[in-house]
Structure formats: structure tokens, C-alpha cells
């Protein structure tokens, strides 16, 4: 060969080669851009039954605080107490597309309509807090994270009936009754009652305080006026127990040795018991059920097994242990 051919044929193949190595580039670049792509986060709508509330503001902080852990998005709606709210903010998430919805529901006997509405648009549901009515009927994709309530009522009323000795006269302060929560610690005192230990004693009355430090004390004052005799007040949760102690001592009836029980050892249930008041209250995790809530939503949204219920367990809290439940 020539040396004139042996030039032409190298410069023929290099040309070849050219648009090979251009069609590579070109490929490599979409991958490159792909692979630089930012991922979107997660976003978890959380429906809160009210905003206004010690126990429940604990909770949204915990849900808020995990979220920012795991760089997840979340959109927080306040129902008010509001059932109708509710479902129409929940219906709002669907439409927006959630990844993840999280229910701290109103009224747990709504839940099985929220159930279906969540499930028919294949978003994972979770329910934080209060247990709902279908909860045996659960589909997958859905979970409980809440405290064992058979446990909650149960812990509060031993101790009273060892305070008391087995014998004296009740007064109970009870949530919403739409909530099944107060439905269970109202029947945990009644089934502690029922025992052997704690036979002699009895329950006077039992009044509806909506969970309320306000109504509790109206309630209590309303007891007090018309001559009421007792020897403790069992209150369905701290909030409601302290305005019982309020009142107590606005009517001046208020003594140190007087039994005031609550549940949730919320800070200001804690704050009235190192002042020598509240005498007992029941540890309700709700910082961990807000983290919780959310690890099992993002759980179940990256199609990840989660238990149906996940217990986040009560605690007693007394003057004797109440410091290891203190919040810095």
C-alpha cells in the first residue's frame, strides 16, 4: 500500500469513529443529569383533631421533630374539634397527593369512613394517639401508634386505691366521650373497682369534661356546691385534674392531703405535683408517639412492614418518681 493510501485509510477510520464517540456523549449526559437529579422528600399530611390542647401540642411537636430527623415534608391541619373539618382537610390531602397521612382523629367513631377514604386512594394511614372503632377491621397499608389505654385508667385507679386503703367515695372527670380513649379510662376505674382490693369503693359521680382544665373546674365547683362528700377525684387526664385542684382551692376546700389523680404527666401535671397536688398521674409517651407515627408512615409509604399497633407503653408517675419524668 502507498504511503498516499496508508494516510487516506487512517483519516477514514478516525471519521468513523467521531459520531460513535458523539452518540456516547450524548447518552452519557442524560444519565449524568439523572443521576444528579435531586429526590423529592416525602410529604406526610397529619390531620390534628385540636391545636388548643397541652397533650395534643406534645404530640404535634413530636411528629414535627421527626419529620425534620428523617428530611421529610409535613403539612399539619388543626380540625378544631371539628368532625366535618376533618374529613374535609383529610380529603384535601388525598387530593394533593400525600405520600403519607397521619390522623389524630376527633371523633374515633369517624374513623371507619377516614379509613376507607385513605385506603380507596391507596395512601398509608396512620393513626396517632386515640384508637379508632375499626381497628379490627383495619386494611394493610394502615396503623395504630397509640398507648395500650386498658392500661392507662387501670395504673391511675390501683394507686388511688392503695392511697385510699381500699375504701372511700369518687368523683371522675371524663374526656369526650366521642373519644374512645376517655370511654376506656372511665371503664379501667370501673374495672379496678370490681376487684377485691379496691371493693370498698365506689363512685358518686362521673361527669363529661371534654378533656378541658376549664370545664373541670366548673365541674368540681358545681360538686362542691351542692355538699358533695369525697375523698379523691379521678380525672381522665392532667388538664381537667388541675382545674379539679383549682377549684378546690378558689371554694377553699383545698387541704395538702387531698387526692387528685390525672393521666399524661404532661409538664404542667408535672409542675402541680412537685408543688404537692396533684398526687397521681400516668406517664403518656406522647413525644414518642408523635416519632412514632412518623417512622411508621414513611415505614409504610416505602412499602415497608409495620405492626398494626404499635404500643408506645403507659408509665405511673407519683411524687416518688416524678423527677425522672421531668422535661428539660
Known sequence: MSKRHLLAAIAAALLAALPLHGQAQAQAQPRAAQAQAPVQPLRIGVAMALFDDTGLTIL??????AAKKHGAGVQIEDASNDVGKQLSQIQNMIAQRADAIIVNPVDTDATPKITRMVSAARIPLVYVNR???????????????????????????????????????????????????????????????????????????????????????????????SGMKFDAILANNDEMAIGAINALKSARKWTPDMIVAGIDATPDGLASMKNGDLKVSVFQNLAGQGANAVDAALRLAGKQAVERFVNVPFELVTPENMDQYARP
Open 60 to 65: 404535634r411537636n413530636g411528629i414535627v421533630d
Open 131 to 225: 384508637q379508632p372503632v375499626d381497628f379490627d377491621k383495619l386494611p394493610a397499608g394502615t396503623a395504630v401508634v397509640a398507648s395500650d389505654e386498658k392500661l392507662s385508667g387501670t395504673l391511675q385507679a390501683r394507686q388511688v386505691c392503695k392511697l385510699l386503703g381500699g375504701r372511700g367515695d369518687l368523683l371522675v372527670l371524663m374526656g369526650e366521650l366521642s373519644n374512645d380513649s376517655a370511654r376506656v379510662r372511665t371503664r379501667d376505674i370501673e374495672e379496678v373497682l370490681a376487684t377485691r382490693e379496691c371493693a370498698g369503693m365506689k363512685i358518686l359521680d362521673k361527669r363529661e369534661g371534654k378533656w378541658s382544665r376549664t370545664q373541670g373546674q366548673d365541674i368540681t365547683m358545681n360538686w362542691l356546691s
